[in-house]
């Protein structure tokens, strides 16, 4: 068995101790990372019965369970992920990278033609460990969320999306002032502390 490194294993003792990787066990999310999306709609009221909805990197598939409680069976959801995932009703699901063409084309054939209301992204590269790779990396993804939300988004609909604070983070808060009335970054309390992630919240698509 390979020997753990330090910082593995001190997530290890953090992850089993972590007062949101219980509550998760005991509700039954799929995910810590449900408390993030919450706590952010406890005070911005994203998602509303009846919305149409996509969730990029969705899996294991805690923001898309917690979504489709409240969207229920009036709306729709669309959710992907490079990973697999275990279905969800009321989810419809692409697996694949979203930085192919082809997996894009999917997500958008599923979507339809009608616009959304609301999209999520929660995406976040396997780290490699190197800050500038890392770093690259995540803010390519971001930068597909928000061009994929200029595609897809109705006119006045919102962006949640994960950012990693670093080179090209300011780059990015701009492009989103461009296009959204409203723009807030967001670290909400499930977030880790240490953790450079942040969300960047945009509301009133094309309202500018
Ligand atoms: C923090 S997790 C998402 C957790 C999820 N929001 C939840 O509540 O369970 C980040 C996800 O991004 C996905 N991801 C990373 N790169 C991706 C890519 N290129 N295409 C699609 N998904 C990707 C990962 O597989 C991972 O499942």
Same mark, same amino acid.
């Given at each position: 068995?390979?020997?753990?490194?330090?910082?593995?294993?001190?997530?290890?003792?953090?992850?089993?101790?972590?007062?949101?990787?219980?509550?998760? $066990?005991?509700?039954?999310?799929?995910?810590?990372?449900?408390?993030?999306?919450?706590?952010?709609?406890?005070?911005? *009221?994203?998602?509303?019965?009846?919305?149409?909805?996509?969730?990029?990197?969705?899996?294991?598939?805690?923001?898309? $369970?917690?979504?489709?409680?409240?969207?229920?069976?009036?709306?729709?959801?669309?959710?992907?992920?490079?990973?697999?995932?275990?279905?969800?009703?009321?989810?419809?699901?692409?697996?694949?990278?979203?930085?192919?063409?082809?997996?894009?084309?999917?997500?958008?054939?599923?979507?339809?033609?009608?616009?959304?209301?609301?999209?999520?992204?929660?995406?976040?590269?396997?780290?490699?460990?190197?800050?500038?790779?890392?770093?690259?990396?995540?803010?390519?993804?971001?930068?597909?969320?928000?061009?994929?939300?200029?595609?897809?988004?109705?006119?006045?609909?919102?962006?949640?999306?994960?950012?990693? $604070?670093?080179?090209?983070?300011?780059?990015?808060?701009?492009?989103?002032?461009? *296009?959204?009335?409203?723009?807030?970054?967001?670290?909400?309390?499930?977030? *880790?502390?240490?953790?450079?992630?942040?969300?960047?919240?945009?509301? $009133?698509?094309?309202?500018?």
């Amino acid at each position: 068995m390979p020997k753990r490194t330090k910082s593995s294993a001190r997530w290890l003792a953090e992850h089993a101790s972590d007062e949101f990787v219980k509550r998760a $066990q005991r509700e039954g999310w799929r995910s810590r990372a449900v408390f993030k999306l919450a706590q952010i709609h406890e005070t911005e *009221r994203l998602l509303r019965p009846g919305i149409r909805c996509v969730d990029l990197g969705a899996a294991p598939g805690g923001w898309s $369970q917690y979504a489709a409680r409240i969207v229920g069976g009036a709306g729709r959801i669309v959710a992907t992920d490079i990973l697999p995932m275990d279905a969800i009703p009321g989810v419809d699901f692409v697996q694949g990278d979203f930085r192919e063409a082809a997996v894009l084309e999917a997500v958008l054939a599923l979507v339809g033609a009608p616009k959304v209301d609301l999209v999520l992204s929660d995406m976040a590269p396997n780290m490699a460990g190197i800050d500038a790779v890392d770093q690259a990396r995540s803010l390519h993804l971001a930068e597909l969320a928000l061009e994929f939300a200029d595609h897809v988004l109705a006119p006045g609909g919102d962006l949640l999306l994960k950012l990693f $604070q670093g080179a090209g983070f300011d780059q990015i808060i701009r492009d989103a002032r461009g *296009r959204y009335g409203r723009v807030v970054t967001k670290k909400p309390k499930a977030s *880790r502390s240490r953790s450079p992630e942040i969300y960047l919240l945009a509301r $009133q698509f094309g309202m500018v």
